[in-house]
C-alpha cells in the first residue's frame, strides 16, 4: 500500500501545533508558579502593588502556615446508618496550590492546563494521521516512537487530571518533557511517513511496541516524582531553604515517593511483558527469544534495576533515597536504551530512520 | 520470622504490638507514617526472611561460617548487590563486539587494537555472556533466590492454611475504625459479620476475649503466591534457557538461487550443537532455493530501504517426501518438526567462467560475495585452480556492484541495492592459490602470497580505479601473457538461513507467562485483615467496632471497612431472621 500524503502532510502539520499548544502550556505553568503568591517573585510584585507591605507579608504568612508540616488527625465522618468512621490521616489542610490563591496565577494555571488539553489533541491527530498515512501503527522508527511515548506521557498526565486527582504539580514538568521530546523528535528525528521494512512486518510490532511505548511514558513519569521526592525531602530536611516557597507547594515527600513507588509498580509487569513480547518476536524473525543483542542487554539492564528498585524498598536501609537513586539510574538507563543503543552501538533493533 | 510465631506475638500481646501508638503520644505521626510502620509490622509479621542487622563474622568454625555464608547469600542486601553487579556485567556485553552475536567484528576489532584484544580476550570480554564471571553472578543470584523462596514458600503455605490473628483489644488504634451502637444481638452481629466477609473471600475467623465477640479476616494471600510464583518462574526460565542449550542447535547457511541446502553437518557454514546433540539428530530436510526476491524503496528519506524479501524455495521435509513449494519471509519461518529455518539476510552471487590460456574452463559458477554497506557494495574472491596438478592457478578479489556509478576520481560505487547495473572490479593473480595446502582458507579472499598480481589496468582508467578489471554482464576480459580470460556471465542472489532447534522454548515460554502473571498478582493485589468486635456498653447496647490494617503499602481498606460497617449497621436495625443477608 502506498503513503498518503495528505495524511502524512497533516500529521507534521498536528505535530507542529501540538508543539506551539505544548510551549503556550509551558510558560503559562510557569508563570503559574512566578506568580503564586507564596513565590518570591509573587510576594515581591504583590508588595509592589496596591496592597501595602504588611498585607503581603500577611499573605506570605498565611500561605506558610498552610504548608506547614502535616499533623496527624483522626477524621471523624458520619458514615450514614449512624456509623461514626475514624480514618488517621494528614489533616487535610489546604492542599497546597501552586497559585496560591494569587488571580493571576490562577488564570495562568487554568489557561496552562487548558493549552496541554489542546496540545493533546493536536499531538493525537498527528500521531493517528501518521498511522493513517502509513496504514500502520505509528510508532515504528525513533520520530514515531517518540511522538508516541510523549502521548502517553501527556495522556498518563491528562488523565490523571480529568479524574481530579490533585496533580497540578506534574505539569510544569510533564508539559516541560513532551515538550523537549517532541522537540527534538521534529528536529532531529524526524522522518517521512513510509513502509516498514521487511523484519517489522509483524503484528507483534502492535503488541511489543506498544507496551514499550505506554512503559517508557509511565517510567518518565515515575521519574518526574523521584527527582522531585528527593528535592522537596532534602527541603524538609532542611536544605535548599531559599527555595522553601516553592517547595511548599508540592505535596509530602511522602506522597511523591509513594506516587512514584506507585507508578513504577503498576509500569514494572508491562515492561516485563514488552520484554517478553520482544523475546517472542525475535524468536519468530530471528531464530533465537535471547540474543544479547545491545537493545536486549540494555532492556534487561533496565528491568534489573527497577527490580533492584522493588526491592530496595521493601529492604531496611534502602527505603527511601538510596531506592530513589537506584529508580534514577533506571531511567538514565532507559534513556541510554533509547537514544544510546539506537545510536552509538549497532545491533539487530535498527531499523530505517533509527 | 515465621508467621506461626509472629501471630503469636500478635494474639498474646495485641495492644502493644499490633497497633499504631495512641495519636496524642505521637502527634506528628503522618497517616504516611503510620501506614509506613503498620507495613513495616506486616513485613515482620510475614513470611519474608528478616533482614540481617550488620555484618558480624561469628567465630564458629567451619559449621558457622558455612551457616553465616549461607545467611548473607540469602539475604536481600546481597540479593540486591548481585543484581547491581549482573547489570554491571551486562554493558560490556553491549559494547564489546560478541563471538556469540558477530565474530567477524571481534578478528576486526583485533586488528584495530592490537595490544588491547588480547588483554580483553583473557578477561572473556568477547564472550560476556558466556563468561565465568558473569555465570558466577547468575549462579549466586540464583541460588540466593532459591535459598530466600524456598523456605518462604513453604511458610507462605503454612500462613494459607492458618487462622487470621485474634483481634487487637483496642481496634480504634488502627488506620481505619467504624463503630456504630446496636440493640441487636452480638452474636447475630458477629456471624452476619462474618458471612459478609467470606463470601467477600476474606479469610475468616470468629472468637471470643473478655471484651466480647470478634470476628477476624485476611485477605489478599495471592499478593505473595504472584510474588512466589515470579521468583519460581524465574528459576523454570533458567531452567528452560539451560535444556535448550543442552539438547538444541543452531546454524546457518548461505544458499544462491539455483542451489540447494541438505540438512547435514557438512552442508552448514557454521553450526553449534548442543552436548546433547549429535550429527544423527539433524532433521534430515532439504530445500532448494528457486528464486529471492527483495523490494526497496525508490525515493524519499528513507530511499533504499528495503520493503520486502522474499525466498521461494522448493522443500522436502525428508529425502523420500515430495517437493513443497514455500516462501520464506523475516517474520514467517519455515517449521519442520519443531526446526525453524529463518530467512535472515541476502547478497548477490555473480556468476563467473574463468579460462585458463588453453581455453580450459578453470571455474563456473556463481560465488557469493559479501555485502559491505546498504548499496551493497559486495567483496569476495574468485579461485580458479588449474586443470592440470603444479599447473598455474588464477585467482581474483574485489568488488561486486549491483548498481555500479563510474564516478571521476574515485572507485565506482553502487547506488542502489538492487541488480540494475551490476559491475565486477576485480585484481588478478596468477600463480598458486595453496588451496590443497594446509591452512584453512577463506572462500572470501584470497591467499596471494604465492600470487603475482597481474597488470589489467585498463586503457584510460584513472589512477582511482587501480590496477583492476571492469566487467559489466556479459562482457569478457582478458588476462595479458595468454595467462586466460574471465567473463561476467550473470548476477544470481543468495539468501541466509539460520536454522534453529530450541527445545527449551517449550519450558521457557509458559515459565516467562507465569512471571508476568506472578508479578501483577505480587504488584497490584492488596493484602489487608479486616477485624470485627462487638461489645457491652454500660447502657445496654452494644457497640460494633470494625477495623482495618495494610498488610500491604498505602493499602488501608477504608472503603471496606466502611462500606462493611454500614452494611453490618443496616442489617443490624431490622429483625434478622434467618440466613438474612447483610
Redo the contacts between chains.
Sequence with gaps: MSINQNFAHYSNLFIALALVAYAAAFFAYCGEWAFGTNSRFGRSVAALGAEDKAEAAETAKVGRQAAA????A?NASD????????????AEEEEPTIAGGNLRAEILGRFAVMATFIGFAFHASGVLCRGLAAHRVPWANMYEFSCAASLAMSFAYLTLVVLRKKVRWMGLPVTGIVLLTLGIAYTLLY??A??????L??Y?LYIHVTAAVISTGAFGVATVATILYLLKSANEEGSLRRLNNTFDRLP?S??LD?TA??VI??I??LW??AI?AG???A????????????KE??S??VW??Y??Y???R?????KGKAAAYIALIAFA?VLFNYFG?NTL?T?KHSY??L | MSEQTAQETVGTAPSDDAV?PE?AE?????????E?AATERA?KLST?PK?D?GIAVPSLGVLGMLRWTWRQLTS??I??VL??L??LA??P???LP?R??DPTKVLTFYQTHKTWAPILDRLQLFD??ESVWFGAIYCLLFVSLIGCIVPRSWAHFKAMRANPPAAPRNL?RL???????TTADADEVLELAAQRLRRRRFKTVRGKDRSGGWVSSEKGFMRETGNLLFHLSLIGILVG?ALGHFFGF?GAVLVTEGSGFADTVTSYDSLTLGPGVGAQDLPNFSFVLNKFSATY?TS???FA?????DAYVNFKSSPQAKAKKVDV???V?LTVNGT?V?L?GHGYSPVVEVKDGQGHVLFNGPQIFLEQDEYFDSSGAIKAPSSIKGGTDLGFQGWFLPDAVIQSGAMPASIFPAAYNPMLILSAYSGDLNVNGGADQSVYSLDTTDMKQLNVKAKGAGAAAGNALELKAGQTATLPNNQGSITFVGVRQWAQF???Y?PG?QV??PA??L??LG??GS??LRRRRIWVRVSEQADGTRLVEVAGLART??A?P?AE??QT??AL??AA?QPVSDGASA
Design positions: 508540616p502535616a499533623v496527624e483522626v458514615g450514614g446508618n449512624g456509623v461514626t468512621v475514624l480514618t488517621r490521616s494528614v522522518t517521512d513510509e513502509e516498514l521494512v521487511p523484519a512486518h509483524s507483534w509530602s511522602v506522597a509513594r513507588y506507585r509498580a503498576f514494572f509487569p516485563t511483558f517478553m523475546a517472542i518476536w524468536e519468530k524473525a530471528w531464530g533465537r527469544y535471547w540474543g544479547w543483542d545491545p542487554t540494555w534487561f539492564i534489573v534495576f527490580a533492584a522493588l526491592h530496595a521493601a529492604t531496611h536501609g534502602w538507563c543503543v552501538l545491533g530505517a530512520g | 499504631p495519636p505521637q502527634q506528628r505521626l503522618t497517616e504516611d507514617a503510620v509506613a513485613e519474608a533482614a542487622d536481600m542486601r540479593a540486591l543484581l547491581f549482573l547489570s551486562a554493558i556485553g553491549s559494547i560478541q556469540s552475536i560476556v555472556f480504634k488506620p481505619v475504625h467504624a463503630s456504630f451502637s534457557v543452531k524503496q524519499g528519506d528513507q530501504q528495503p520493503r520486502t524479501f519471509q523475516v517474520n519461518p525453524n529463518f535472515e539460520n536454522i534453529a530450541d522454548q521457557v515460554l516467562a507467562i512471571a508476568v508479578l501483577i504488584l497490584g503499602e498505602g488501608t477504608t471497612v466502611t460497617a454500614q449497621a443496616a436495625r
